[in-house]
Protein backbone atom coordinates (compact mmCIF):
# COMPACT_ATOMS: atom_id res chain seq x y z
CA UNK A 1 0.00 0.00 0.00
CA UNK A 2 0.97 3.74 -0.26
CA UNK A 3 0.48 4.34 2.56
CA UNK A 4 -1.33 7.97 3.59
CA UNK A 5 -0.86 10.46 0.49
CA UNK A 6 -1.48 14.42 1.05
CA UNK A 7 -1.23 17.17 -1.06
CA UNK A 8 0.45 19.40 -1.89
CA UNK A 9 3.35 18.72 0.52
CA UNK A 10 4.56 22.61 0.72
CA UNK A 11 2.04 25.31 0.36
CA UNK A 12 2.34 28.92 0.09
CA UNK A 13 -0.28 31.76 0.05
CA UNK A 14 -1.08 34.97 1.18
CA UNK A 15 -2.98 35.78 3.98
CA UNK A 16 -6.99 35.66 3.16
CA UNK A 17 -6.49 33.35 0.13
CA UNK A 18 -8.25 30.57 0.27
CA UNK A 19 -6.24 27.36 0.98
CA UNK A 20 -7.24 23.51 0.27
CA UNK A 21 -5.52 20.51 1.59
CA UNK A 22 -5.91 16.94 0.46
CA UNK A 23 -5.86 13.82 1.97
CA UNK A 24 -6.48 10.07 0.73
CA UNK A 25 -6.35 7.64 3.69
CA UNK A 26 -4.82 4.13 3.50
CA UNK A 27 -7.60 1.87 1.29
CA UNK A 28 -9.64 -0.05 3.77
CA UNK A 29 -9.26 2.23 6.68
CA UNK A 30 -12.66 3.66 8.21
CA UNK A 31 -10.99 6.36 10.43
CA UNK A 32 -9.50 9.62 9.33
CA UNK A 33 -7.53 12.38 11.38
CA UNK A 34 -6.39 15.86 10.79
CA UNK A 35 -3.78 17.38 12.83
CA UNK A 36 -1.80 20.24 12.94
CA UNK A 37 1.82 20.91 14.22
CA UNK A 38 3.48 23.62 15.62
CA UNK A 39 6.76 24.74 17.53
CA UNK A 40 4.70 26.40 20.22
CA UNK A 41 1.33 23.62 20.29
CA UNK A 42 3.16 20.52 19.34
CA UNK A 43 0.47 18.21 17.80
CA UNK A 44 -3.50 19.45 17.87
CA UNK A 45 -5.50 17.23 16.74
CA UNK A 46 -8.24 18.78 14.44
CA UNK A 47 -11.19 17.14 13.58
CA UNK A 48 -11.67 13.15 12.70
CA UNK A 49 -14.04 11.34 10.75
CA UNK A 50 -15.59 7.64 11.08
CA UNK A 51 -17.13 6.16 8.03
CA UNK A 52 -16.99 9.53 6.65
CA UNK A 53 -18.45 10.77 9.04
CA UNK A 54 -16.93 14.20 11.58
CA UNK A 55 -17.51 12.05 15.35
CA UNK A 56 -15.51 15.27 16.70
CA UNK A 57 -14.58 18.82 15.50
CA UNK A 58 -13.86 20.45 18.87
CA UNK A 59 -10.18 20.99 17.54
CA UNK A 60 -11.10 22.85 14.74
CA UNK A 61 -9.70 26.40 15.65
CA UNK A 62 -12.73 28.44 14.60
CA UNK A 63 -15.20 29.00 11.85
CA UNK A 64 -12.03 29.65 9.20
CA UNK A 65 -11.44 25.52 9.29
CA UNK A 66 -13.60 23.00 7.48
CA UNK A 67 -13.26 19.50 6.81
CA UNK A 68 -15.22 17.30 4.62
CA UNK A 69 -15.11 13.96 4.03
CA UNK A 70 -17.13 13.04 0.74
CA UNK A 71 -16.13 9.45 0.03
CA UNK A 72 -14.30 6.81 1.85
CA UNK A 73 -10.66 7.28 -0.10
CA UNK A 74 -10.91 11.26 -0.31
CA UNK A 75 -10.77 13.86 2.47
CA UNK A 76 -9.95 18.05 2.85
CA UNK A 77 -9.18 20.28 5.30
CA UNK A 78 -9.96 23.74 3.82
CA UNK A 79 -9.05 27.09 5.24
CA UNK A 80 -11.12 30.69 4.45
CA UNK A 81 -9.63 32.96 4.75
CA UNK A 82 -5.99 31.52 6.00
CA UNK A 83 -3.92 33.82 8.03
CA UNK A 84 -0.15 33.93 8.98
CA UNK A 85 -1.06 32.20 11.98
CA UNK A 86 -2.43 29.56 10.14
CA UNK A 87 1.21 28.73 9.35
CA UNK A 88 1.93 24.88 10.57
CA UNK A 89 2.44 21.62 9.13
CA UNK A 90 -0.68 19.94 8.95
CA UNK A 91 -1.09 16.23 9.11
CA UNK A 92 -3.80 13.54 7.98
CA UNK A 93 -3.62 9.88 9.43
CA UNK A 94 -6.04 6.82 8.89
CA UNK A 95 -6.74 3.90 10.83
CA UNK A 96 -8.99 0.64 10.69
CA UNK A 97 -10.81 -0.73 13.27
CA UNK A 98 -11.43 -4.48 10.85
CA UNK A 99 -9.31 -6.55 9.27
CA UNK A 100 -7.41 -3.73 7.47
CA UNK A 101 -5.19 -5.55 5.48
CA UNK A 102 -1.69 -6.73 6.47
CA UNK A 103 -1.76 -3.21 8.86
CA UNK A 104 -2.33 -3.51 12.20
CA UNK A 105 -6.02 -2.02 13.09
CA UNK A 106 -6.78 0.91 15.36
CA UNK A 107 -2.82 2.20 14.84
CA UNK A 108 -3.03 5.37 13.29
CA UNK A 109 -0.81 5.96 10.20
CA UNK A 110 0.38 9.17 9.03
CA UNK A 111 0.96 10.89 5.88
CA UNK A 112 4.39 13.16 5.19
CA UNK A 113 1.95 16.19 5.97
CA UNK A 114 1.55 19.63 4.45
CA UNK A 115 3.77 22.55 5.19
CA UNK A 116 1.58 25.65 5.07
CA UNK A 117 3.43 29.10 5.48
CA UNK A 118 0.95 31.80 4.78
CA UNK A 119 2.24 35.33 4.59
CA UNK B 1 -9.45 14.37 31.08
CA UNK B 2 -7.02 11.97 29.92
CA UNK B 3 -3.36 14.26 28.76
CA UNK B 4 0.17 12.33 28.52
CA UNK B 5 3.30 14.42 30.48
CA UNK B 6 6.95 13.60 28.44
CA UNK B 7 9.71 14.66 29.67
CA UNK B 8 10.81 17.89 27.44
CA UNK B 9 14.03 18.22 25.62
CA UNK B 10 15.93 18.25 23.59
CA UNK B 11 17.89 15.49 24.47
CA UNK B 12 21.38 15.45 23.30
CA UNK B 13 23.81 12.12 23.73
CA UNK B 14 26.28 10.48 22.48
CA UNK B 15 26.44 7.24 20.02
CA UNK B 16 26.19 4.04 22.13
CA UNK B 17 24.83 5.71 25.32
CA UNK B 18 21.64 5.01 27.31
CA UNK B 19 18.65 6.52 26.36
CA UNK B 20 15.20 6.91 28.76
CA UNK B 21 12.85 9.10 27.52
CA UNK B 22 10.03 9.19 30.32
CA UNK B 23 6.19 9.38 29.84
CA UNK B 24 3.39 9.07 32.68
CA UNK B 25 -0.36 9.69 31.71
CA UNK B 26 -3.44 10.33 33.45
CA UNK B 27 -6.89 8.35 32.21
CA UNK B 28 -9.92 7.07 33.28
CA UNK B 29 -10.40 4.39 31.69
CA UNK B 30 -7.68 1.27 30.74
CA UNK B 31 -5.86 3.40 28.08
CA UNK B 32 -3.35 1.54 25.09
CA UNK B 33 0.32 3.69 25.28
CA UNK B 34 2.07 4.31 22.06
CA UNK B 35 5.32 5.50 20.97
CA UNK B 36 5.32 7.14 18.15
CA UNK B 37 8.79 8.74 16.50
CA UNK B 38 8.94 11.84 13.84
CA UNK B 39 12.21 11.85 11.78
CA UNK B 40 12.88 15.20 10.18
CA UNK B 41 10.36 15.56 7.15
CA UNK B 42 8.84 13.22 7.73
CA UNK B 43 5.03 12.29 9.29
CA UNK B 44 4.72 10.14 12.81
CA UNK B 45 5.19 6.58 12.73
CA UNK B 46 4.33 4.23 15.48
CA UNK B 47 7.54 3.00 16.95
CA UNK B 48 5.90 0.23 19.70
CA UNK B 49 2.97 0.16 21.92
CA UNK B 50 0.86 -1.71 25.10
CA UNK B 51 -2.45 -2.38 25.27
CA UNK B 52 -2.29 -3.87 29.49
CA UNK B 53 -0.72 -3.40 32.63
CA UNK B 54 2.81 -5.26 32.46
CA UNK B 55 2.89 -5.50 28.60
CA UNK B 56 6.09 -4.68 27.17
CA UNK B 57 6.58 -3.01 23.78
CA UNK B 58 9.99 -3.65 21.65
CA UNK B 59 11.16 -2.14 18.26
CA UNK B 60 14.32 -1.55 16.91
CA UNK B 61 16.05 -2.04 19.86
CA UNK B 62 13.73 0.41 22.30
CA UNK B 63 11.91 -0.84 24.74
CA UNK B 64 8.79 0.52 27.14
CA UNK B 65 6.52 -1.26 29.78
CA UNK B 66 3.34 -0.32 30.83
CA UNK B 67 3.17 0.18 34.45
CA UNK B 68 -0.21 0.88 35.88
CA UNK B 69 0.96 1.02 39.18
CA UNK B 70 2.82 4.43 38.31
CA UNK B 71 1.26 5.24 35.35
CA UNK B 72 3.87 5.44 33.33
CA UNK B 73 5.66 4.14 29.66
CA UNK B 74 8.86 5.39 29.76
CA UNK B 75 11.11 4.51 26.49
CA UNK B 76 14.33 3.28 27.00
CA UNK B 77 17.27 2.20 24.43
CA UNK B 78 20.77 0.61 25.61
CA UNK B 79 22.79 2.14 22.97
CA UNK B 80 21.49 4.71 20.73
CA UNK B 81 22.34 5.47 17.27
CA UNK B 82 22.88 8.59 15.28
CA UNK B 83 20.25 7.51 13.19
CA UNK B 84 17.77 7.59 16.25
CA UNK B 85 17.85 10.67 16.26
CA UNK B 86 14.33 12.20 15.90
CA UNK B 87 11.12 13.42 17.95
CA UNK B 88 9.53 11.09 20.13
CA UNK B 89 5.79 11.02 21.33
CA UNK B 90 4.04 9.09 23.94
CA UNK B 91 0.58 8.89 23.25
CA UNK B 92 -2.38 6.88 24.81
CA UNK B 93 -6.18 5.94 23.34
CA UNK B 94 -9.15 4.64 25.21
CA UNK B 95 -8.83 1.01 24.99
CA UNK B 96 -12.39 0.08 24.18
CA UNK B 97 -12.44 -0.17 20.51
CA UNK B 98 -12.92 3.42 20.07
CA UNK B 99 -11.64 4.63 17.03
CA UNK B 100 -11.15 7.97 18.69
CA UNK B 101 -8.39 10.60 18.72
CA UNK B 102 -4.69 9.75 20.10
CA UNK B 103 -3.62 12.01 22.65
CA UNK B 104 -0.13 12.98 22.21
CA UNK B 105 2.64 14.38 24.76
CA UNK B 106 4.83 17.38 22.86
CA UNK B 107 7.21 15.16 22.01
CA UNK B 108 10.44 15.22 22.97
CA UNK B 109 13.67 15.60 20.65
CA UNK B 110 16.53 13.55 20.53
CA UNK B 111 20.40 14.42 18.97
CA UNK B 112 22.66 11.60 18.56
CA UNK B 113 26.17 12.93 18.15
CA UNK B 114 28.71 10.57 16.76
Known amino acids: DAGVIQSPRHEVTEMGQEVTLRCKPISGHNSLFWYRQTMMRGLELLIYFNNNVPIDDSGMPEDRFSAKMPNASFSTLKIQ ?39 | ?10 VTLSEEAFLTINCTYTATGYPSLFWYV ?31 ETTSFHLEKGSV ?32 KP
Open chain 1, 81 to 119: PSEPRDSAVYFCASSSSGRGGTLAKNIQYFGAGTRLSVL
Open chain 2, 1 to 10: GDSVTQMEGP
Open chain 2, 38 to 68: QYPGEGLQLLLKATKADDKGSNKGFEATYRK
Open chain 2, 81 to 112: QVSDSAVYFCALSERRGSQGNLIFGKGTKLSV
